[in-house]
T-cell receptor, first 115, second 114 residues
Framework: AQKVTQAQTEISVVEKEDVTLDCVYETRDTTYYLFWYKQPPSGELVFLIRRNSFDEQNEISGRYSWNFQKSTSSFNFTITASQVVDSAVYFCALSEAYNTDKLIFGTGTRLQVFP | DVKVTQSSRYLVKRTGEKVFLECVQDMDHENMFWYRQDPGLGLRLIYFSYDVKMKEKGDIPEGYSVSREKKERFSLILESASTNQTSMYLC?????????????FGPGTRLTVT
């Protein structure tokens, strides 16, 4: 069965610290997609990144980076030099090739960045 | 910018009432979705629609129905609200079918059923 696990419920850091949010997934498909979304206090989820299962190359976008490792079924998200504006709930999600419109979300990780 | 709007940010209803949650997107997206978000459970899909008058059940459709009479509008209906439907409801839309299209979310409606 498909499942996304975000074991970290809440993380608190001080500004400028690096922080990694963990995401572990389960799927029987060989073709699937992984996502990260950010939910700031305003409530609406904001899309951050999508990766397909055939592309294990790590990605960097400014202070954000993602590490995809099929061997450990993980898709971890690192924020470098965190800022107060990074405070939000972050969700990892999975969709499978046979049912690509359906996103399976993890339970989310609340990140608090203190000044 | 894609805009997904929801009719209310906060709603308080009584047990047994019929409740309508409205969602409108302005980017001519094919797909629309309704989720509920609960602490410790993440987001769970209630229903989605890939075309006008079409609907598909998600993971937790019981107690809900939906309506999509126009492409831009997707309504979630609680036929007889119950206290266990107190939750945050999020609407989303995407351009087409398939995961190459990310979902765009509205700000959510926090529904309290008393």
């Amino acid at each position: 069965a498909q499942k996304v696990t975000q074991a970290q419920t809440e993380i608190s850091v001080v500004e400028k610290e690096d922080v990694t949010l963990d995401c572990v997934y389960e799927t029987r498909d060989t073709t699937y997609y992984l996502f990260w979304y950010k939910q700031p206090p305003s409530g609406e989820l904001v899309f951050l990144i999508r990766r397909n299962s055939f592309d294990e190359q790590n990605e960097i976008s400014g202070r954000y980076s993602w590490n995809f490792q099929k061997s450990t079924s993980s898709f971890n998200f690192t924020i470098t030099a965190s800022q107060v504006v990074d405070s939000a709930v972050y969700f990892c999600a999975l969709s499978e090739a046979y049912n690509t419109d359906k996103l399976i979300f993890g339970t989310g990780t609340r990140l608090q960045v203190f000044p | 910018d894609v805009k997904v709007t929801q009719s209310s940010r906060y709603l308080v209803k009584r047990t047994g009432e019929k409740v309508f949650l409205e969602c409108v997107q302005d980017m001519d997206h094919e797909n629309m979705f309704w989720y509920r978000q609960d602490p410790g459970l993440g987001l769970r899909l209630i229903y989605f629609s890939y075309d006008v008058k079409m609907k598909e059940k998600g993971d937790i459709p019981e107690g809900y129905s939906v309506s999509r009479e126009k492409k831009e509008r997707f309504s979630l209906i609680l036929e007889s609200a119950s206290t266990n439907q107190t939750s945050m409801y999020l609407c989303a839309s995407s351009l087409g079918q398939g995961s190459i299209y990310e979902q765009y979310f509205g700000p959510g409606t926090r529904l309290t059923v008393t």
